[in-house]
Nanobody, 124 residues
Framework: QVELVESGGGSAQTGGSLRLSCAAS????????MTWFRQSPGKEREGVAG????????YIADIVKGRFTMSLDSAKNTVYLQMDRLRPEDTAMYYC?????????????????WGQGTQVTVSS
């Protein structure tokens, strides 16, 4: 069982920044895909950024590329999502997810474990 705990959400103005954290615990061996998803009311949950803990650069969705970056601190079993130049359309609940395999990292069905979510609200 993997437990994921997100933090760092809140409110920001357009053009501002926020950093989300997701701390993972409960697993002892093996590697996972760790991915950030977001969902706003009436919309599908969409993949924002993902990284494989076994190595490789994070993947960033085109919709946020150039504004969001993702990083992994393996020693802390924590992933981060740095969100810069925020826009009102970034307003959503942001979820951290973990899965053993993810052929398509942005597809939610690959992920077994989910955090409780953290709200991000961007005002104009």
């Amino acid at each position: 069982q993997v437990e994921l705990v997100e933090s760092g959400g809140g409110s920001a103005q357009t053009g501002g920044s926020l950093r989300l954290s997701c701390a993972a615990s409960g697993y002892t061996t093996g590697d996972y895909w760790m991915t950030w998803f977001r969902q706003s009311p009436g919309k599908e949950r969409e993949g924002v950024a993902g990284v494989y803990t076994g190595g490789g650069w994070p993947y960033i969705a085109d919709i946020v590329k150039g504004r969001f970056t993702m990083s992994l601190d393996s020693a802390k079993n924590t992933v981060y999502l740095q969100m810069d130049r925020l826009r009102p359309e970034d307003t959503a609940m942001y979820y951290c997810a973990a899965g053993r395999t993810a052929k398509l990292w942005w597809v939610r069905s690959y992920y077994t474990y989910w955090g409780q979510g953290t709200q991000v609200t961007v005002s104009s």
